[in-house]
Structures are given as structure tokens and as C-alpha cells.
């Protein structure tokens, strides 16, 4: 069965300082893992999305991920917070292989990002 | 472009009645869709998805039903509501690609049912 946790249930950074949202997974080959941003009473956004290659992977407004094997980690990433960023981020997972006909995310249960003036 | 509209945006209903939510994609043909529910502002599960017309599954029992009349529409049901059936309800697509497992799927802005 495919897991992602987000240990953190709140992240508060400064404006300008760098940003870390921690993701981990378990599944049981080689992961998808996706990064989405919730504003209040909106859907969720696409970010971004590793499936192959490079670990590094750079998405929407400025964020990027980076896939750790070894870690089973995808950490979301921003090198200057900005006080728009303040949302709810969620991190999925999907399992290659799940079963057939099974296309299912599993999210974690999000962290809230707070950036502060 | 691909969009997706999801209606009504809020909902208040009585214990007992009836409930229908809508959702269509519009620029794309042939999409996987889905349901899913969000309760108290986080976790997400997943209620239904559906890989072509009259296909559904549903990932968990419980009184709501989906449907899917044509290509681009998937309609959320529920012929008597339970005070457990408020939540914040997302309508959600994805294209299936050469990706296969990895492509991405795209939510609607969502619905919130209160039942009173």
C-alpha cells in the first residue's frame, strides 16, 4: 500500500527567508509524487510532479522539489518566501504499481504554510 | 485549454434530502474523473472515479452514488443525506498520456455541503 506522510502540520517562515515543506512516501516501486497548494475555500493547484529523471524538479511560482531515493523524501522547496505563499500544501503519491484500474493520489494531510511580513 | 466547472459552490441541506453535484470538463475528451471529499480543511479521500462512461468505482461504501451520463460529466448523488456528508467535495480530472500512472490530475474549485 502506497503512504505519504507531511510531519509537519505548520511551517511558519519570514518573508524573503527560504521555505521547506517535508514530504515522505512508501510505495512499493518507484514512486509518482505530486505537490499541490490549497488556498481557503479554493481547489487544489498543481505544482509540480516527479515521475522520472532528473531528481531536481522545478515547478509553478517559483518552487522546486527534490526527489531523495534513498530518503524516500520530495521535499518542496522555495529559495524566497513571499506572504502569498501562505496556504495549505499538500504532497501525493501514486504507485506504479497499484493495481489495474487503481489511478488514485494519496495525499498527505497537508502542511500550513504561514509567511510572515 | 482544458477547464473544469464544478456547481453548485455551497449548498445547505436538510438530514434526508436528496443531493446532486455537478462537475464538467470542457477541451478534452475521454478524461478520467473523479470525487473527492475534504473534511475540516485537510485530508483528501478519494469517493469515486471513472475511466469512461458508466464506469465508476467507488474507493469507499457509504450513501452517495456517482454517475457519469456523458464523456465530460460526472454527477455526485445521494438520495438522503447524513449529517456525516458535510464536507468540502472536489471534482477532479486527469487526461491519461503516455505518463500512464504519472499524469496529473487537475481539481475543480470545489463544493461545500452543510447538512443541517
Known amino acids: 500500500a502506497q503512504s505519504v506522510a507531511q510531519p509537519e502540520d505548520q511551517v511558519n517562515v519570514a518573508e524573503g527567508n527560504p521555505l521547506t515543506v517535508k514530504c515522505t512516501y512508501s510505495?512499493?516501486?518507484?514512486?509518482?509524487l505530486f505537490w499541490y497548494v490549497q488556498y481557503p475555500n479554493r481547489g487544489l493547484q498543481f505544482l509540480l510532479k516527479?515521475?522520472?529523471?532528473?531528481?531536481l524538479v522545478k515547478g509553478s511560482y517559483g518552487f522546486e522539489a527534490e526527489f531523495n531515493k534513498s530518503q524516500t523524501s520530495f521535499h518542496l522547496k522555495k529559495p524566497s518566501a513571499l506572504v502569498s505563499d501562505s496556504a495549505l500544501y499538500f504532497c501525493a503519491v501514486r504507485d506504479p504499481y497499484s493495481g489495474a484500474g487503481s489511478y488514485q493520489l494519496t495525499f498527505g494531510k497537508g502542511t500550513k504554510l504561514s509567511v510572515i511580513p | 485549454s482544458q477547464t473544469i466547472h464544478q456547481w453548485p459552490a455551497t449548498l445547505v441541506q436538510p438530514v434526508g434530502s436528496p443531493l446532486s453535484l455537478e462537475c464538467t470538463v470542457e477541451?478534452?475528451?475521454?478524461?478520467?474523473l473523479y470525487w473527492y471529499r475534504q473534511a475540516a480543511g485537510r485530508g483528501l479521500q478519494l469517493l469515486f472515479y471513472?475511466?469512461?462512461?458508466?464506469?465508476i468505482s467507488s474507493e469507499v461504501p457509504q450513501n452517495l452514488s456517482a454517475s457519469r451520463p456523458q464523456d465530460r460529466q460526472f454527477i455526485l448523488s445521494s438520495k438522503k443525506l447524513l449529517l456525516s456528508d458535510s464536507g468540502f467535495y472536489l471534482c477532479?480530472?486527469?487526461?491519461?498520456?503516455?505518463?500512464?500512472?504519472?499524469?496529473?490530475?487537475?481539481f475543480g474549485e470545489g463544493s461545500w455541503l452543510t447538512v443541517v
Open positions: 477541451g478534452t475528451s475521454n478524461p478520467n
Open positions: 510505495v512499493s516501486g518507484n514512486p509518482y
Open positions: 516527479y515521475i522520472t529523471g532528473d531528481n
Open positions: 477532479a480530472w486527469s487526461h491519461v498520456t503516455g505518463q500512464g500512472r504519472g499524469d496529473t490530475i487537475y
Open positions: 471513472s475511466v469512461g462512461i458508466g464506469q
